[in-house]
């Protein structure tokens, strides 16, 4: 097959660079093992949550601070009004799931465990969660759904640091069920899908969410129609009612997969799943065919640009050896962000910001891949999300802020490098 | 190879991303996962005996290694643990009986209209239901009367074109020979001479249902055929997606099988839309389509989507005029070959399958396209369509004839199943 754009990885970053090229009526292709980190994300976009341990309210005027701290993080690499575009592009294409934020403030939605997690955006059904102008609320727990403890959570809520005060407390419900067990996040979204949990948790709650309460619940609403689910329980109570994410899978990050991809098949994108790309041929600095490997057989597939957004050391885009070599799986790109021999490459706090997980590909302003003298390695080849070198993602809350704004990055060196490029980076 | 299988276990990250598509453990809890059941419960299934028998409820539908971004052969570590288990326990005679396809064939197809009266019957089938273990409403396909080799026997193509081999497989051989002749009579429309080998089951049912021993013969004997073909450098081309997967892969990653006959036959394994699409690419394919008002929702099997491939099918019928394609969203239509044959597992399939029938019904269709053929008659049995495989649709959009009645054929084996059943 001949395309303008192969995309390799299916996670955030390369789903957004597919949808962008795709409806601006380019031919793209993903290419991917497996399905990326979407199922495992709560679904929010995190631009920048925490600069070292202080929690960020405007991501916008944060980003200045942690560029001059950190100059090679993946964000010195777009400008700040693609980086704008990107999360206004993002809500406007995932209007269905009704994203809303930006990048002037973060909002605070609480976790599972009842901490404030700073979000640039959430969908809808997390919206309602927002603890920025504190208040009351009611969290209600399913039994049998064993990732969701409304107690704790509303215990931890009651002791967190927030900008206004909080009132929580909890309730555990017990949803009809034909035997006793365990309940997975997909039974009770399916469940919820079917309308016939929904008619159940409005009779369970009656009389029992008190005025001015808000109702937050595990993230298990539905897959297909959770916005209507939502819409249902918030009139027939009468209150607020939003979600809580937690441990995956992730339900909303299903939701947002589904999306995503429901909108690429229908503009013409092609995905192929299950297959690693073992290769490419080149002549003249110029990726021109891609090697693809399926169940028996490699195929090779023609192209104009090449997007990698295969993951970090999570997804498997990089590998770590046993002595410490640091490897891009894909087209064996240099790594950087290595320390060096001697170097300390963990810190001893398994959440704390570990050096080694700033080890990535290094691009230059058109996000491509570059050797050790700063010169791409390829001219049509580019690089997005988490396999990008600089970042610590679970300490700063960036990665899916990175896969979006470097995703509709790359999309945009495609399609207009000239647009881009070094005068419009803030680095 | 057996222990590198096993030992993908390692890879897992417990991310979760199988158990968010597992379409069984969505339905019911008695299946857990397949990464509980799998990668974690591996571990205790080293020495003595299986620590549960969960695994039994895995459909063996394989989207777990299919989504697995870590490379783990969770859907291959299952099969073998539930191999495992019916090594122990002894596999129940249904077991036996529904993974032998060309037997059943072999003994139905001489007295079709009696079989196809008793595979329809109500009665009967409450009876079988009762005494073997098949649900009474578990779709079955008809039986042909006179198989596919059979039919093919007298077929002469152009004896100086390139050679294809074609494996047709089972479903083709005795329940729906004319799709066989739809796929040699588009060959031949893009020049091709199709050999047709002497072939029987591929061993796939009897892997799916734990009898690895009896799978390998079968292997080694459909093999044996195909591999002098494959090594004359010859394509072989599959229309049956899931039969194609166990000779690409399946029989070496489940079955441990390494055999030379085999590793030659893998390499030239093609599924039938793969190798079309292969055509198109090469500028090879006859895109002299007729147009083909219909609009037709598409469903890619589980076992399709094994092959990594993409789904080449989807690209091929955007070649024909005014055919409007519908890619279904939805992973598994729940059959998984035998599994939604079996009566403690029927209503689970059908729940599986709920959210694909629903949807091929919202497009107001009679008629859907799907490359498996089990898939097909439940899909024709779940949501009330005719159920096509796409070379169908393109043999039609040609304007091609085979030696029967094309029309009367019209996707029939899932309407007639349905008014009969």
Same mark, same amino acid.
């Given at each position: 097959?001949?395309?303008?754009?192969?995309?390799?990885?299916?996670?955030?970053?390369?789903?957004?660079? !597919?949808?962008?090229?795709?409806?601006?009526?380019?031919?793209?292709?993903?290419?991917?093992?497996?399905?990326?980190?979407?199922?495992?994300?709560?679904?929010?976009?995190?631009?920048?949550?925490?600069?070292? %341990?202080?929690?960020?309210?405007?991501?916008?005027?944060?980003?200045?601070?942690?560029?001059?701290?950190?100059?090679?993080?993946?964000?010195?690499?777009?400008?700040?009004?693609?980086?704008?575009?990107?999360?206004?592009?993002?809500?406007?294409?995932?209007?269905?799931?009704?994203?809303?934020?930006?990048?002037?403030?973060?909002?605070?939605?609480?976790?599972?465990?009842?901490?404030?997690?700073?979000?640039?955006?959430?969908?809808?059904?997390?919206?309602?969660?927002?603890?920025?102008?504190?208040? #009351?609320?009611?969290?209600?727990?399913?039994?049998?759904?064993?990732?969701?403890?409304?107690?704790?959570? !509303?215990?931890?809520?009651?002791?967190?640091?927030?900008?206004?005060?909080?009132?929580?407390?909890?309730?555990?419900?017990?949803?009809?069920?034909?035997?006793?067990?365990?309940?997975?996040?997909?039974?009770?979204?399916?469940?919820?899908?079917?309308?016939?949990?929904?008619?159940?948790?409005?009779?369970?709650?009656?009389?029992?969410?008190?005025?001015?309460?808000?109702?937050?619940?595990?993230?298990?609403?539905?897959?297909?129609?959770?916005?209507?689910?939502?819409?249902?329980?918030?009139?027939?109570?009468?209150?607020?009612?939003?979600?809580?994410?937690?441990?995956?899978?992730?339900?909303?990050?299903?939701?947002?997969?589904?999306?995503?991809?429901?909108?690429?098949?229908?503009?013409?994108?092609?995905?192929?799943?299950?297959?690693?790309?073992?290769?490419?041929?080149?002549?003249?600095?110029?990726?021109?065919? $891609?090697? $693809?490997?399926?169940?028996?057989?490699?195929?090779?597939?023609?192209?104009?640009?090449?997007?990698?957004?295969?993951?970090?050391?999570?997804?498997?885009?990089?590998?770590?050896?046993?002595?410490?070599? !640091?490897?891009?799986?894909?087209?064996?790109?240099?790594?950087?962000?290595?320390? %060096?021999?001697?170097?300390?490459?963990?810190?001893?706090?398994?959440?704390?910001?570990?050096?080694?997980? #700033?080890?990535?590909?290094?691009?230059?302003?058109?996000?491509?891949?570059?050797?050790?003298?700063?010169?791409?390695?390829?001219?049509?080849?580019?690089?997005?999300?988490?396999?990008?070198?600089? !970042?610590?993602?679970?300490? %700063?809350?960036?990665?899916?802020?990175?896969?979006?704004?470097?995703?509709?990055?790359?999309?945009?060196?495609?399609?207009?490098?000239?647009?881009?490029?070094?005068?419009?980076?803030?680095? | 190879?057996?222990?590198?299988?096993?030992?993908?276990?390692?890879?897992?990250?417990?991310?979760?991303?199988?158990?968010?598509?597992?379409?069984?453990?969505?339905?019911?809890?008695?299946?857990?996962?397949?990464?509980?059941?799998?990668?974690?419960?591996?571990?205790?299934?080293?020495?003595?005996?299986?620590?549960?028998?969960?695994?039994?409820?895995?459909?063996?539908?394989?989207?777990?290694?299919?989504?697995?971004?870590?490379?783990?052969?969770?859907?291959?570590?299952?099969?073998?643990?539930?191999?495992?288990?019916?090594?122990?326990?002894?596999?129940?005679?249904?077991?036996?009986?529904?993974? *032998?396809?060309?037997?059943?064939?072999?003994?139905?197809?001489?007295?079709?209209?009696? +079989?196809?009266?008793? =595979?329809?019957?109500?009665?009967?089938?409450?009876?079988?239901?009762?005494?073997?273990?098949?649900?009474?409403?578990?779709?079955?396909?008809?039986?042909?009367?006179?198989?596919?080799?059979?039919?093919?026997?007298?077929? +002469?193509?152009?004896?100086?074109?390139?050679?294809?081999?074609?494996?047709?497989?089972?479903?083709?051989?005795?329940?729906?020979?004319?799709?066989?002749?739809? /796929?040699?009579?588009?060959?031949?429309?893009?020049?091709?001479?199709?050999?047709?080998?002497?072939?029987?089951?591929?061993?796939?049912?009897?892997?799916?249902?734990?009898?690895?021993?009896?799978? *390998?013969?079968?292997?080694? *004997?459909?093999? +044996?055929?195909?591999?002098?073909?494959?090594?004359?450098?010859?394509?072989?081309?599959?229309?049956?997606?899931?039969?194609?997967?166990?000779?690409?892969?399946?029989?070496?990653?489940?079955?441990?099988?390494?055999?030379?006959?085999?590793?030659?036959?893998?390499?030239?394994?093609?599924?039938?839309?793969?190798?079309?699409?292969?055509?198109?690419?090469?500028?090879?394919?006859?895109?002299?389509?007729?147009?083909?008002?219909?609009? /037709?929702?598409?469903?890619?099997?589980?076992?399709?989507?094994?092959?990594?491939?993409?789904?080449?099918? =989807?690209? =091929?019928?955007?070649?024909?005029?005014?055919?409007?394609?519908?890619?279904?969203?939805?992973?598994?239509?729940?059959?998984?070959?035998?599994?939604?044959?079996?009566?403690?597992?029927?209503?689970?399939?059908?729940? /599986?399958?709920?959210?694909?029938?629903?949807?091929?019904?919202?497009?107001?269709?009679?008629?859907?396209?799907?490359?498996?053929?089990?898939?097909?008659?439940?899909? +024709?049995?779940?949501?009330?369509?005719?159920?096509?495989?796409?070379?169908?649709?393109?043999?039609?959009?040609?304007?091609?004839?085979?030696?029967?009645?094309?029309?009367?054929?019209?996707?029939?084996?899932? *309407?007639?199943?349905?008014?009969?059943?």
């Amino acid at each position: 097959m001949s395309y303008d754009t192969l995309v390799v990885g299916a996670g955030l970053a390369g789903l957004t660079t !597919a949808l962008r090229l795709t409806e601006q009526g380019q031919k793209v292709v993903i290419v991917a093992r497996g399905v990326g980190a979407t199922h495992l994300a709560p679904a929010t976009v995190d631009v920048l949550g925490y600069l070292g %341990e202080e929690r960020v309210d405007s991501p916008a005027s944060a980003l200045t601070t942690l560029l001059a701290d950190v100059p090679g993080h993946p964000y010195g690499r777009v400008s700040r009004q693609q980086i704008g575009a990107s999360l206004e592009w993002f809500c406007r294409r995932l209007e269905r799931l009704g994203y809303a934020g930006g990048l002037d403030h973060n909002g605070l939605f609480p976790t599972a465990i009842g901490v404030a997690r700073p979000s640039a955006l959430a969908p809808r059904t997390m919206l309602g969660g927002d603890l920025r102008d504190g208040g #009351r609320f009611l969290f209600v727990g399913l039994r049998g759904f064993k990732d969701f403890h409304p107690s704790l959570l !509303a215990d931890n809520l009651a002791h967190a640091r927030l900008p206004a005060p909080v009132m929580a407390r909890a309730l555990e419900l017990e949803p009809p069920a034909e035997r006793r067990g365990d309940l997975s996040g997909r039974l009770l979204a399916r469940r919820f899908d079917s309308g016939e949990l929904t008619d159940w948790l409005v009779r369970a709650l009656q009389g029992r969410v008190e005025a001015e309460e808000r109702v937050g619940l595990p993230p298990v609403l539905g897959l297909r129609r959770a916005d209507e689910t939502l819409a249902d329980l918030e009139n027939r109570l009468e209150r607020h009612v939003f979600e809580v994410p937690t441990l995956p899978p992730s339900i909303p990050g299903m939701r947002l997969y589904d999306t995503l991809t429901a909108a690429l098949r229908k503009a013409g994108a092609r995905l192929v799943i299950n297959a690693a790309v073992v290769g490419a041929q080149a002549h003249d600095g110029q990726i021109e065919s $891609v090697q $693809v490997a399926s169940a028996a057989t490699t195929m090779s597939y023609r192209t104009h640009s090449v997007v990698l957004a295969s993951g970090g050391f999570a997804s498997g885009g990089l590998t770590l050896d046993s002595r410490g070599a !640091a490897r891009e799986t894909v087209f064996d790109l240099p790594v950087a962000g290595v320390p %060096e021999d001697g170097a300390t490459r963990f810190v001893a706090g398994y959440f704390d910001a570990q050096p080694l997980s #700033r080890a990535g590909v290094a691009v230059d302003d058109l996000l491509r891949p570059t050797d050790r003298d700063g010169c791409p390695v390829y001219r049509n080849l580019h690089a997005a999300g988490a396999i990008l070198a600089g !970042a610590v993602p679970w300490k %700063e809350k960036s990665g899916t802020g990175i896969s979006v704004a470097t995703g509709y990055a790359a999309a945009d060196a495609i399609l207009a490098p000239s647009a881009v490029g070094v005068s419009g980076s803030i680095g | 190879m057996s222990d590198l299988i096993r030992a993908s276990l390692d890879h897992c990250v417990k991310c979760t991303i199988c158990e968010s598509f597992c379409p069984v453990s969505q339905v019911t809890p008695l299946f857990p996962g397949p990464k509980y059941a799998g990668p974690q419960a591996e571990r205790y299934r080293g020495i003595g005996v299986s620590p549960d028998s969960s695994i039994d409820y895995c459909s063996g539908c394989g989207i777990c290694t299919t989504v697995c971004p870590q490379d783990v052969k969770i859907a291959e570590i299952n099969s073998r643990a539930r191999a495992k288990l019916w090594e122990e326990r002894g596999i129940p005679l249904r077991n036996q009986l529904i993974a *032998r396809p060309s037997v059943l064939g072999r003994l139905g197809n001489p007295v079709a209209p009696l +079989a196809n009266w008793a =595979l329809h019957n109500r009665a009967v089938r409450s009876l079988v239901q009762s005494v073997i273990g098949v649900h009474r409403d578990a779709p079955m396909p008809r039986f042909a009367g006179r198989t596919f080799q059979k039919r093919s026997r007298t077929h +002469a193509g152009a004896a100086d074109a390139p050679a294809v081999v074609y494996f047709h497989g089972c479903g083709t051989n005795f329940y729906e020979p004319i799709l066989g002749e739809m /796929v040699v009579a588009v060959l031949e429309h893009n020049g091709f001479r199709v050999i047709i080998p002497r072939q029987d089951c591929c061993g796939l049912p009897l892997q799916s249902n734990g009898n690895f021993p009896a799978a *390998r013969s079968y292997v080694r *004997r459909l093999v +044996a055929n195909l591999a002098p073909y494959a090594r004359q450098g010859l394509p072989i081309v599959a229309n049956s997606t899931s039969c194609g997967l166990m000779l690409k892969r399946e029989a070496h990653e489940i079955l441990g099988m390494d055999d030379e006959d085999l590793k030659a036959v893998s390499g030239s394994m093609f599924d039938l839309m793969e190798f079309l699409l292969g055509l198109h690419d090469r500028g090879e394919l006859r895109t002299d389509f007729g147009s083909l008002p219909l609009t /037709v929702p598409y469903h890619a099997p589980c076992q399709q989507r094994g092959h990594g491939i993409g789904k080449p099918a =989807l690209d =091929l019928l955007a070649l024909v005029p005014d055919l409007d394609t519908i890619e279904l969203e939805v992973d598994c239509c729940g059959i998984a070959g035998t599994y939604g044959l079996k009566k403690e597992k029927y209503e689970i399939s059908m729940a /599986v399958g709920k959210r694909l029938f629903d949807d091929i019904r919202a497009t107001g269709s009679d008629i859907a396209a799907c490359d498996s053929e089990t898939c097909r008659w439940q899909i +024709a049995h779940g949501a009330d369509v005719s159920a096509v495989h796409p070379v169908e649709l393109l043999h039609r959009a040609y304007g091609l004839d085979t030696n029967g009645s094309r029309r009367a054929h019209a996707g029939a084996a899932g *309407r007639r199943e349905r008014s009969g059943s």
